[in-house]
């Protein structure tokens, strides 16, 4: 079957958009903020006692992202001057207001990420996913008075349906799909859903988890990643982080120093998923 959810586009074809204030690059960090149910599976720094319940390493290297790392983080993206994007997940709202709270304290955006991060967007009939998806936003808008515009499926998640549901439910724009450097139109039957760039390698689950890159190589990637996208102007770089992994002192340390190097870059929009939508929305409208 042919992938019927967006065409294809080449990048010698991309449309020659102005970022807003003359910038080369727009700059935006996803803050996955997740709930892992107790005593299932999930993402592990040690694989031997996963099956465990309880399973004290690796629940708790998970849940110390919530307890810690997500609190580190806003401080240093506020340090720098970098608007929050939260990626949240439902059950977040229920369980750990504190960090709700917080992050609107510091005008943080919400994307819709799930109901939680051991529930995957799959299986699903149409009718169900539609209910899911108009619960999780709903409780998500309740508990930060944000109704949320983007969505993005745990562990990047979909079914054949979902870019359709969302766009029937008002939503503008997905992170699920990391193949451009610039936002795209999903085909949808109703209304508009855009694609706004994600990145599947520049994020700390596959630098850390899979690739096992030390916390100054990130630094690296992140800059590097800057610099080539930069050159090339009109571009997004979105970067998706996780408390429980870049929230570590000892990588959040390098983090912060990327942070300066990128905020302190000349022709950098440092903005986040909602701007960047609304922005690529208004000028091709």
């Known amino acids: 079957m ?75 993206l506020e340090k720098h001057g970098v608007p929050g994007t939260g990626v949240l997940n439902s059950e977040v709202c229920e369980l ?43 409780t998500i808008e309740q508990s930060t008075g944000q109704r949320p515009k983007g969505w993005i499926g745990p562990a990047l998640t979909a079914t054949m349906n979902t870019n359709d549901v969302l766009a029937e439910l008002g939503f503008t724009y997905s992170l699920d799909w990391a193949n451009d450097d610039v936002p795209y139109d999903f085909n949808v039957k109703s209304g508009r859903l855009v694609s706004v760039p994600y990145s599947g390698e520049v994020n700390d689950i596959p ?3 899979i690739h096992n890159l030390t916390a100054r190589e990130f630094r690296e990637m992140l800059v590097g990643q800057l610099e080539q996208l930069h050159e090339e102007g009109g571009r997004v770089m979105g970067v998706g982080i996780h408390p429980f992994l870049v929230g570590q002192p000892f990588r959040a340390r390098e983090f912060s120093a990327a942070l300066a190097e990128i905020a302190g870059h000349d022709g950098v929009w440092l903005t986040t998923a909602n701007e960047i939508a609304d922005w690529y929305r208004d000028a091709t409208s």
């Not at 991309?14 to 960090?29: M, S, W």
């Not at 992050?103 to 939680?116: F, L, M, Q, T």
């Open 2 to 76: 042919e992938n019927p959810l967006f065409d294809y586009r080449p990048s010698v074809e991309h449309p020659q958009l102005e970022l807003p204030n003359g910038a080369r690059v727009a700059v935006y960090f996803a803050v996955n903020v997740e709930h892992y149910t107790f005593g299932q599976p999930a993402l592990s720094l040690a694989q031997f006692t996963a099956q465990l319940v309880p399973d004290p390493l690796n629940y708790g290297w998970r849940d110390y992202g919530a307890r810690v790392g997500v609190f580190r983080l806003m401080e240093i």
């Open 96 to 138: 750990y207001p504190q960090i709700v709270e917080e992050g609107n304290k510091r005008g943080w955006s919400w994307v819709a990420h799930g109901r939680n991060n051991s529930t995957w967007q799959a299986g699903f009939e149409r009718d169900e996913e539609r209910a899911y998806i108009e619960e999780v936003a709903n």
């Open 207 to 209: 630098a850390f988890v």
